[in-house]
């Protein structure tokens, strides 16, 4: 089985930063691409927001709500990524969800895994 872990998570005051990881585990051969997604105070599943990912060249794609502010990095030989958050404001508050598809390991492939979420909360 290939999980998702993340990490890093908190209460920061609003211009603060906070870093986030997500280590995929399991025999991995693999991985296309991995991202983050939120998932805002109150609000369904289906209305998580994807935020940025990067794949196994590592090519970014970032919301426009965080370009400049997040940056997301891979250490393909950790099967682990980061993000980097920077003047969090207010509205960033969510659970942060780590995202890997395409993926290839020991135990089969998978279209798209989920990791289980770690909370950022942003107030003064």
């Known amino acids: 089985q290939v999980q998702l872990v993340e990490s890093g998570g908190g209460l920061v005051q609003p211009g603060g930063s906070l870093r986030l990881s997500c280590a995929a585990s399991?025999?991995?051969?693999?991985?296309?691409?991995m991202g983050w997604y939120r998932q805002a105070p109150g609000a369904p599943r289906q209305q998580r927001e994807w935020?940025?990912?990067?794949?196994?060249?590592?090519?970014?794609n970032y919301a426009h709500s965080v370009k400049g502010r997040f940056t997301i990095s891979r250490d393909n030989a950790k099967n682990t990524i980061y993000l980097e958050m920077n003047n969090l404001k207010p509205e960033d508050t969510a659970v942060y969800h780590c995202?890997?598809?395409?993926?290839?390991?020991?135990?089969?492939?998978?279209?798209?895994?989920w990791g289980q979420g770690t909370q950022v909360t942003v107030s003064s």
């Open positions: 935020v940025a990912n990067i794949t196994s060249g590592s090519n970014t």
């Open positions: 399991g025999s991995i051969f693999s991985i296309a691409s």
């Open positions: 995202n890997a598809e395409s993926v290839r390991a020991a135990s089969g492939t998978y279209s798209r895994i």
